[in-house]
């Protein structure tokens, strides 16, 4: 990985926003009903829209055509694709991972939901980007094509995340690459 990584800092204001519309969510969910860990949930949400947040203003920057999810309120299913951009006149699905610290400096891996490749494997976008968030600034450190990341996962580790309660497959960071991250933006149509 290289020291240049894509970057992009968000607003506090913007942050705020985004805690109030996850408590919002968590409420509106049942989330604390079903036993779940609701700070967490919260502040998965948050560092989610934040880091979408950010992808987004790049995408901006750089006048790309892209459509995008947004705040999302309701079950799994009908969330969509994070972001749809096109890339040779076909529309592709673009999906963020964002990851703690720790994934990056300690274990060098992502963690991948285990139900979504068991069971919604055609839900899985065409590109996966992993990031990292830090205090609004986050951090774009490289891409995954599906095919890449269905291989991955069909031979990766399966572990139970007591915090999030749920079971991920872990996969090592360095499948996520940067060049072609930035070869991938540089293909995405532009507006205009």
């Not at 749920?166 to 995405?188: H, N, Q, V, W, Y």
Request: glycine share 8%; with cysteine.
């Amino acid at each position: 990985m290289g020291s240049n990584h894509l970057t992009y800092q968000v607003p506090s204001s913007i942050i705020t926003f985004f805690r109030q519309q996850a408590e919002q969510k968590i409420a509106t969910e049942g989330w604390g009903k079903q036993g779940r860990n609701v700070a967490t949930k919260i502040d998965n949400f948050v560092h989610c829209w934040i880091t979408e947040e950010a992808f987004k203003q790049i995408l901006i920057q750089q006048r790309v055509w892209f459509r995008h999810r947004g705040l999302y309120f309701g079950d799994a299913q009908g969330a969509g694709a994070d972001f749809i951009v096109r890339i040779d006149g076909k529309e592709v699905t673009v999906g963020l991972r964002s990851i703690a610290p720790e994934s990056i400096e300690k274990w060098k891996t992502v963690a991948y939901p285990d139900d979504r490749f068991r069971t919604e494997q055609e839900k899985i976008a065409d590109f996966h980007i992993v990031c990292n968030h830090a205090d609004g600034s986050t951090r774009f450190f490289g891409v995954i094509s599906k095919a890449n990341l269905l291989l991955e996962l069909e031979q990766s580790r399966v572990l139970y995340s007591p915090k999030n309660q749920e079971k991920f497959r872990i996969i090592p960071l360095g499948s996520f690459r940067e060049d072609t991250l930035l070869s991938l933006l540089a293909s995405m149509e532009r507006n205009g």
